[in-house]
Nanobody, 129 residues
Framework: QVQLAESGGGSMQAGGSLKLSCTAS????????VGWFRQAPGTEREGISC????????DYADSVKGRFTISRDDAENLIYLWLNNLKPEDTAVYYC??????????????????????WGQGAQVTVSS
């Protein structure tokens, strides 16, 4: 089963930027669509972005569209989430996970976790006003 691990969280003032990384291992190149999710205290986990297995398709939740960017570097087994123009409401633990994908050509990811799929341990992002 694929293993995922997040890194790069931290504290930032509103308006600042951060980069999160997700290291993926034990997967076949071209078979892994990845999503980013976040969970603030007392709330349910929210899906915020995904990237397809071939990197050609991305999707974003309205809450982060235009501010966050997802990308991948399969040579390094890394999936990135660039967080720009951060807001206090972006404060949460951020997770990467494997997500569902439509078998279209090209493939299209869904910001929906694979049932029973893999998760990293999470990375804390704290944004102060």
């Amino acid at each position: 089963q694929v293993q995922l691990a997040e890194s790069g969280g931290g504290s930032m003032q509103a308006g600042g930027s951060l980069k999160l990384s997700c290291t993926a291992s034990f997967y076949s190149r071209g078979d892994l669509a990845v999503g980013w999710f976040r969970q603030a205290p007392g709330t349910e986990r929210e899906g915020i972005s995904c990237i397809s297995s071939d990197g050609s398709h991305t999707d974003y939740a309205d809450s982060v569209k235009g501010r966050f960017t997802i990308s991948r570097d399969d040579a390094e087994n890394l999936i990135y989430l660039w967080l720009n123009n951060l807001k206090p409401e972006d404060t949460a633990v951020y997770y990467c996970g494997d997500v569902l994908e439509r078998t279209s050509i090209p493939p299209e990811c869904l910001i929906t976790p694979v049932p029973g799929g893999s998760w990293g341990q999470g990375a804390q992002v704290t944004v102060s006003s």
